[in-house]
Nanobody, 127 residues
Framework: QVQLVESGGGLVQAGGSLRLSCAAS????????MAWFRQAPGKEREFVGA????????YYADSVKGRFTISRDNTKNTAYLQMNSLKPEDTAVYYC????????????????????WGQGTQVTVSS
C-alpha cells in the first residue's frame, strides 16, 4: 500500500500563487507516476497534471498549461504542484494520485489507472 498526504491548500486572491505538496509513504517503489486531479462543486474530478517518477517528465491539462508546474523530490517521496496566476475557476478540492502507468502520456489523464489517492486539499481563489 501507498499512503498519500496532501498539504498546502488555502484561500488566495486571483492572480496569486499556491504550492501544494503530496507526500508518499509505504510501498513507494510500487509507483512510477503521480498526478494531480481536482474536483469543483457539482463537477466531475478532472485531470490537472502528472509527473513520471523516473526522469521527471510532466504532462498537463490545457487549462493549466503555462500556469501550473509539477515537480518531485525523490529523496522525500514528495510531489509538488506550483500554481501561479490562479483564477476563480481553479477553485476546487485538489487530489494527489499515484500509480503504475507505462503507456503514453495520454494515459496519465485516466483516473482509473491510479490506485492510490490522497484525502484532498481545498483551494479557493477569490475574484
Amino acid at each position: 500500500q501507498v499512503q498519500l498526504v496532501e498539504s498546502g491548500g488555502g484561500l488566495v486572491q486571483a492572480g496569486g500563487s499556491l504550492r501544494l505538496s503530496c507526500a508518499a509513504s509505504g510501498r513507494t517503489f510500487s509507483i512510477n507516476a503521480m498526478a494531480w486531479f481536482r474536483q469543483a462543486p457539482g463537477k466531475e474530478r478532472e485531470f490537472v497534471g502528472a509527473i513520471r517518477w523516473s526522469g521527471g517528465s510532466t504532462y498537463y491539462a490545457d487549462s493549466v498549461k503555462g500556469r501550473f508546474t509539477i515537480s518531485r523530490d525523490n529523496t522525500k517521496n514528495t510531489a509538488y504542484l506550483q500554481m501561479n496566476s490562479l483564477k476563480p475557476e481553479d477553485t476546487a478540492v485538489y487530489y494527489c494520485a499515484a500509480g503504475i502507468i507505462y503507456g503514453a502520456n495520454t494515459e496519465l489523464r485516466l483516473r482509473r489507472l491510479y490506485n492510490y489517492w490522497g484525502q484532498g486539499t481545498q483551494v479557493t481563489v477569490s475574484s
